[in-house]
């Protein structure tokens, strides 16, 4: 049995929540930045904005949700509502909205529209609602704009069917009368989990981690594990954006380990709180005509992709409507081809009718063979000496092979720290990669080789290992 400081043991013992679970599952969601912005081209509004200006004539969230259900992308969330104060939706609590637009004479409902589609093709639907708000006059006020704020979340969470997250951005200034608005976080939070139990709450809430930057990327070793510390709203905000001018491109390099030994090792508190890459398909937020040259290539997307979702984060795609409401063909175009790639990617995985060894296993319930079975609850887990355990995984015949999928049973917490994956040619085991953490899905990727074995070795993990999936492709 390995001995473990008590630290280790704790964070070992650090699990998810239901919410968060179902939250990863998804891997990859839309984000569609549209509003007052989207009509006067820029990408932060002062407030001042006339809502008659809002006019989608040919609004089709049809079309926004059938392009994501082709291109692999699981749940949408909209800017309900972004810091100029402009509300999607016709909220009885004030008259900046689309009721006030010329569009649809004050009668539509963008919020109505886009969670109906999602629907209609079997998406989750969230909403983004900017704590911070330029335009309302109560803003700066204390209970007075937090009453106005939970008013407005709750119209969201009751008249729109489920809702599977919230997005409190992290951005926050001045209001429109020079004052700074105390947040009542915990009421927020609070409002959400009355009326949707099941959403989480990202970004400046308790459920799921900003990444830290804009451009796509994550940690070589990201952590669900890390201090509590990570989630303090006031943080959050204090390291988000505070100026239009100077968009936060890089990782914040004071932050650039959160949860190993080291960085866990003096912190009272742990929680499991996942990393999520928000990133836009072009420069912008919102939709600026100037911008479509900027949309990403396949293999810029195709990258982010990898180096997000299958490095223990999840994917927050920003595809910005145009002012007509519907999506431009550059990005439709480099979306579709997105999608047709990830079809190709993991078209059939070769390892499902495999055979896997281990030199090691908990119990008869949990061995190697146990990581193939189609259900994410079987595992294999290692026993309570993982550093140095075995997994073979026997293809029965030789398949050319570029990339392996790996994944913790994470209901059981996140343990490895370190591992090692080989192909066996010519009778040698080749090394083809040498990585730090797994989480809820590592993917390697590799030159394409011909080959019948794999074996993973696990070199350091915390208390134990638990794998539940090793998918090769
Ligand atoms: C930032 C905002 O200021 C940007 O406009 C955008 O909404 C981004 C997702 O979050 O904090």
Request: charged fraction near 30%.
């Amino acid at each position: 049995m390995k001995k473990e400081p008590e630290y280790i043991v704790k964070a070992a013992a650090v699990v998810p929540s239901e919410r968060q679970i179902k939250w990863q599952e998804l891997e990859f969601n839309a984000f569609f930045h549209f509003g007052i912005n989207t009509f006067t081209d820029s990408e932060w509004g002062n407030g001042n904005e006339d809502p008659e200006l809002f006019d989608p004539e040919e609004l089709d969230c049809r079309q926004w949700a059938r392009l994501c259900k082709l291109s692999h992308i699981k749940g949408v969330i909209l800017t309900a509502k972004h810091h100029d104060g402009f509300c999607l939706w016709p909220s009885k609590y004030t008259d900046h909205s689309v009721k006030s637009s010329k569009w649809k004479n004050g009668n539509g409902d963008v919020v109505r529209e886009l969670s109906d589609a999602c629907r209609e093709y079997g998406l989750k639907f969230g909403v983004y609602l900017s704590p911070w708000d330029r335009h309302e006059e109560t803003y700066g006020q204390g209970d007075a704009y937090n009453t106005y704020f939970k008013n407005q979340l709750t119209e969201l969470l009751t008249g729109y069917g489920d809702i599977f997250c919230v997005w409190f951005d992290g951005a926050c200034g001045e209001g429109k009368n020079g004052k700074k608005q105390k947040y009542d976080w915990q009421g927020f939070y609070d409002t959400v989990r009355k009326y949707q139990p099941e959403a989480v709450i990202n970004i400046t809430g308790p459920d799921v981690r900003w990444c830290g930057n804009e451009a796509g990327v994550c940690r070589k070793s990201e952590w669900s594990v890390v201090p509590y510390y990570y989630s303090n709203a006031e943080l959050i905000a204090a390291q988000s954006q505070h100026d239009i001018s100077s968009p936060p491109k890089k990782i914040n390099p004071t932050a650039l380990d959160l949860g190993s030994r080291k960085a866990i090792k003096h912190c009272d508190k742990l929680i499991w709180y996942p990393a999520e890459v928000d990133v836009s398909i072009r420069k912008g937020w919102f939709y600026h005509k100037d911008d479509d040259y900027t949309v990403k290539s396949l293999s810029k997307l195709s990258e982010i992709y990898y180096n997000s979702v299958g490095a223990n984060a999840s994917l927050l795609l920003n595809i910005p409507p145009m002012p007509s409401g519907k999506i431009h063909e550059r990005d439709i175009e480099t979306l579709l081809s997105l999608g047709a790639q990830l079809d190709i990617d993991f078209q059939e995985n070769l390892a499902e009718d495999s055979v896997m060894t281990d030199n090691r296993h908990l119990d008869d319930k949990h061995t190697g063979q146990h990581i193939l079975i189609d259900d994410p609850d079987e595992y294999w887990h290692s026993g309570f000496d993982p550093d140095g355990s075995e997994l073979v995984l026997d293809l029965g015949d030789e398949y050319d092979i570029n990339k392996i999928v790996l994944g913790e049973h994470i209901r059981t917490g996140q343990h490895v720290e370190s591992f090692e994956l080989f192909a066996l040619i010519n009778d040698k085991w080749k090394k083809l990669a040498d990585e730090t953490v797994i989480g809820y899905k590592r993917i390697c990727r590799f030159p394409e080789i011909r080959v019948r074995y794999f074996k993973l070795i696990i070199k350091k993990s915390r208390c134990f290992a638990a794998i539940s999936r090793f998918e090769a492709y």
